[in-house]
């Protein structure tokens, strides 16, 4: 049995996370879409406050996955959450637990802080990681669409209008 390790990231570990994302995106075909660098990385997650958080996944020493998840809000609920925006397991050393450990470092921390969930989007062809996340107690939220404004749309969108009004 392998040995595994935990631990919040480092800002050395920052071109591991950014080759990961990277191994990520390729495994879901949005190669193309990834924007971040080492310095966007550098900045965000190790502000002096920083808003969003990452986890490396050491198996046996080797840097074997990480996830990188920030702090929501549920108005309804009237606690915070935990939002995932990655979780990443190399292929090499999927099946062995690892995944499951996030998820299980991640509900530590949602009980240790009162928080009332833990949230994360799948791509609707990913089976296998759908499968995971319903072994782990996961309901879909099918009756939400996830919206979203990027690029353009924000800057339209914050751009004042010509009365000057916004």
């Known amino acids: 049995m392998p040995t595994v390790h935990h631990r919040d990231a480092e800002p050395r570990d920052v071109p591991l996370i950014l080759r990961m994302i990277r191994e990520l995106a390729e495994y879901e075909a949005l190669l193309h879409a990834v924007e971040a660098d080492e310095a966007a990385l550098h900045r ?3 502000a002096p406050e920083p808003k969003v958080f990452a986890m490396i996944v050491e198996c046996d020493g080797e840097p074997a996955g ?3 998840y920030y702090y929501t809000y549920s108005t309804f609920q009237g606690k915070h959450g935990i939002y995932i925006e990655d979780l990443y397991i190399r292929p090499a050393w999927r099946n062995q637990g690892l995944g499951k ?6 509900a530590d ?3 240790r802080e009162d928080f009332g969930r833990i949230e994360w989007s799948v791509l609707d062809w990913n089976s296998d990681a759908i499968a995971f996340y319903e072994r782990q107690g ?5 009756e939400w669409i996830r919206m979203r404004l990027e690029g353009e749309a924000i800057t339209a969108l914050a751009a004042p209008t010509s009365d000057g009004a916004v």
Request: hydrophobic share 65%; with cysteine; charged share 10%.
């Open 44 to 46: 965000t997650l190790f």
């Open 66 to 68: 990480f996830a990188l």
């Open 138 to 142: 996961a309901v879909a939220m099918n």
């Open 101 to 106: 450990g996030v998820f299980r470092c991640l």
């Open 109 to 111: 921390k949602a009980c």
